[in-house]
């Protein structure tokens, strides 16, 4: 990976972190349903005016695969949103944001049952210091943990399962179309299936304008320009590399939170944050450039010694 590739990989996660942020903001005023789907109909809008614009073919893949889309729309954008923006209620941004970072031994756990994929020791390994990370984040977390904040907690880790499964779904049943399909696709068939929820629990109340501000944000920024940076990383760098991203959206929402919104989060998720980490290196076979140019320069240094 080159340093241009590393740093749209960071600016990435600096924007999915503030997805949290913007959900915490947005969530209390607009309630789980509503957000969800102006978040992703506007997305696939913008999506749409995108795909046209640069004239790529979208429409004909995605008629022939409509009841796929809907599959994939339900299980990687409507649940998990859902789940995460009704948590949120009840979590800290922060503390939202580290609960999802066990995506990928989610879906490392569903790919070894449903496709069979070897679920090596390294991987379980993985696994099980990730669910000590998840403890450390739950355990010693300033947040009483009440019965509205378990089933909070009990939620992202569905919305992880959920990103887990959808992920092995589009890998097996997506193979072969492009990446602007597949996201117009997945939001257009959450926004779908959402905007008669919308209709039937909508919003009470007046909207206030850092609310309304908030759902623009998540849809444009966290939704739809996230798309495109991470459509052309992973043709660039791989979905492996991509994974790593993981590894930078809770930091980069614990910062957002810290700067914006003052939420207590406290040292117990800050420790479970980075046993998490550490659990995704060995899940994913990351390799972390800063720890790799480390080795580099030691095994220099010890080959030709001053």
């Given at each position: 990976?080159?340093?241009?590739?590393?740093?749209?990989?960071?600016?990435l996660g600096?924007i999915?972190?503030?997805?949290?942020?913007?959900i915490?903001?947005?969530a209390?005023?607009?309630?789980a349903?509503?957000?969800?789907?102006?978040?992703v109909?506007?997305?696939?809008?913008?999506?749409?005016?995108?795909?046209?614009?640069?004239?790529?073919?979208?429409?004909?893949?995605?008629?022939?695969?409509?009841?796929?889309?809907?599959?994939?729309?339900i299980?990687?954008?409507?649940?998990?949103?859902?789940?995460?923006?009704?948590?949120?209620?009840?979590l800290?941004?922060?503390?939202?944001?580290?609960?999802?970072?066990?995506?990928?031994?989610?879906?490392?756990?569903?790919?070894?049952?449903w496709?069979?994929?070897?679920?090596t020791?390294?991987k379980?390994?993985?696994?099980?210091?990730?669910?000590?990370?998840?403890a450390?984040?739950v355990?010693l977390?300033?947040?009483?943990l009440?019965?509205?904040?378990?089933?909070?907690?009990?939620?992202?880790?569905?919305?992880?399962?959920?990103?887990?499964?959808?992920a092995?779904?589009?890998?097996?049943?997506?193979e072969?179309v492009?990446?602007?399909?597949?996201?117009?696709?997945?939001?257009?068939?959450?926004?779908?299936?959402?905007l008669p929820?919308?209709?039937?629990?909508?919003?009470?109340?007046e909207?206030?304008?850092?609310?309304i501000?908030?759902?623009?944000?998540?849809?444009?920024?966290?939704?739809?320009?996230?798309?495109?940076i991470?459509f052309?990383?992973l043709?660039?760098?791989?979905?492996?590399n991509m994974?790593?991203?993981t590894?930078?959206?809770?930091?980069?929402?614990?910062?957002w939170?810290a700067?914006?919104?003052?939420?207590?989060?406290?040292i117990?998720?800050?420790?479970?944050?980075?046993?998490i980490?550490?659990?995704?290196?060995?899940?994913?076979?990351?390799?972390?450039?800063?720890?790799?140019?480390?080795?580099?320069?030691?095994?220099?240094a010890?080959?030709?010694?001053a």
């Open positions: 990976m080159t340093r241009n590739d590393w740093l749209q990989l960071t600016l600096a999915w972190g503030a997805s949290f942020v913007f915490s903001v947005a209390p005023s607009f309630g349903f509503p957000l969800v789907a102006a978040r109909l506007l997305a696939a809008f913008l999506l749409i005016i995108y795909g046209a614009v640069t004239r790529q073919s979208f429409w004909g893949e995605m008629i022939k695969r409509w009841k796929l889309f809907l599959v994939l729309g299980i990687n954008s409507a649940i998990p949103f859902t789940l995460i923006t009704t948590a949120e209620l009840e800290p941004a922060a503390m939202a944001a580290i609960l999802n970072a066990i995506t990928p031994f989610c879906a490392a756990i569903v790919a070894a049952v496709l069979g994929v070897p679920f020791a390294r379980i390994a993985g696994t099980l210091l990730g669910l000590v990370g998840v450390f984040v355990g977390s300033p947040v009483p009440t019965t509205p904040v378990i089933l909070a907690i009990l939620m992202m880790v569905g919305a992880s399962m959920a990103y887990g499964t959808g092995n779904v589009a890998k097996v049943k997506f072969g492009s990446p602007i399909t597949l996201a117009i696709g997945q939001q257009l068939a959450a926004g779908i299936v959402l929820l919308a209709i039937l629990f909508p919003p009470k109340g909207l206030p304008l850092n609310a501000l908030a759902v623009i944000a998540l849809a444009v920024l966290s939704t739809a320009i996230a798309y495109l991470s052309k990383l043709v660039r760098i791989g979905a492996t994974t790593t991203v590894l930078l959206v809770p930091f980069f929402s614990v910062l939170q700067i914006f919104l003052n939420d207590p989060l406290g117990g998720p800050v420790i479970g944050l980075l046993i980490v550490v659990s995704l290196v060995l899940i994913t076979g990351t390799k972390l450039p800063f720890i790799e140019n480390l080795i580099m320069r030691r095994a220099a010890a080959k030709n010694p």
